[in-house]
């Protein structure tokens, strides 16, 4: 079995499409749908039923890629181990971050490329639910994700470290009708226009799933993965959004209203995650002690 077609194969299905696997592989469409032709005609089974445009998954393609993904996950993790095996202190760290973790993480970062400056940092940016799906397939070694009660069980498969926690808070135009408040309850927010997050963003999920609880489901007026462009947004009028306090202290105060959700009360939990059972490699273990080291007590807001 061809790896590289193997590999072609769950970026197909990641991606839900020939196209766009094509464009997140660097490749022309017509090798994405040869390489899968080669697969199948090397199984001599059928993965994907098509229709037009569209495919679902037989039976043996959900076989091919539940255990295409463990074998990708192990052939990267091979050659990692192969380098440290070597003694070969050089090479990458690559760890996934979501924008949000920009504030908490660059200090750290910054200690971490002054101690090992040969290892090149290569950060991929995305949201918490991407970051999860690429530590699981073996792309990342380490990320930050989000942790909430409707993601408990992840944690079964991840080790994590605590970076922070900081509360949920209300941001709205300056002139709103909470300016001035101590704190508001969400059921408050029924009738409002919400601005959301980007695609796999994890608090997109934490925040909907707290409006059904109050009573409502939230009005979506757009969505954006940049919280400084969020907030562009709600200044300009064209809806409130729930975003960590520990962003809403970047804002210009004079700018917004900012008011501590209280009825629910809401944490922005940030850990750092890696596979349980997983392969460190050198430059990952030398980064995550350096996190341990650097933040101790993680972090956390009133």
Request: hydrophobic share 45%.
């Amino acid at each position: 079995m061809d790896i590289r077609a193997l590999r072609y194969f769950v970026a197909v299905v990641d991606h839900q499409g020939f196209s766009r696997a094509a464009e997140a592989l660097h490749v022309t469409q017509p090798t994405v749908s040869k390489m899968i032709q080669q697969l199948e005609q090397s199984l001599d089974l059928t993965l994907l039923e098509r229709v037009g445009k569209r495919f679902t998954l037989t039976d043996a393609g959900n076989v091919v890629l539940q255990r295409g993904r463990a074998l990708l996950a192990m052939r990267e993790e091979m050659g990692v181990e192969l380098a440290d095996l070597q003694q070969l202190r050089r090479g990458d760290l690559r760890i996934g971050v979501t924008q949000q973790a920009h504030a908490p993480l660059a200090p750290l970062l910054a200690a971490y490329h002054k101690r090992y400056p040969q290892i090149e940092l290569k950060l991929f940016e995305g949201g918490s639910q991407g970051i999860e799906a690429d530590l699981r397939s073996g792309v990342l070694e380490m990320g930050t994700m989000l942790d909430y009660p409707s993601n408990a069980a992840a944690w079964q498969d991840f080790d994590s470290f605590p970076l922070t926690t900081s509360p949920i808070c209300l941001l709205a135009p300056k002139d709103s009708p909470w300016r001035g408040r101590r704190g508001v309850a969400l059921s408050e927010l029924a009738d409002c226009a919400f601005i959301f997050y980007g695609e796999g963003f994890a608090l997109n999920e934490v925040i909907a799933d707290a409006c059904l609880r109050a009573g409502f489901k939230p009005r979506i007026s757009s969505r954006s993965g940049q919280w400084d462009f969020v907030a562009s947004l709600v200044r300009l009028g064209v809806g409130v959004t729930l975003l960590p306090k520990v962003f809403c202290d970047t804002l210009e105060k004079g700018q917004f209203t900012v008011v501590k959700l209280q009825e629910p009360a809401l944490d922005w939990k940030l850990m750092l995650a890696w596979r349980r059972g997983g392969h460190l490699s050198f430059a990952a273990r030398a980064w995550l002690d350096l996190v341990r080291s650097k933040v101790g007590t993680p972090l956390v807001e009133r």
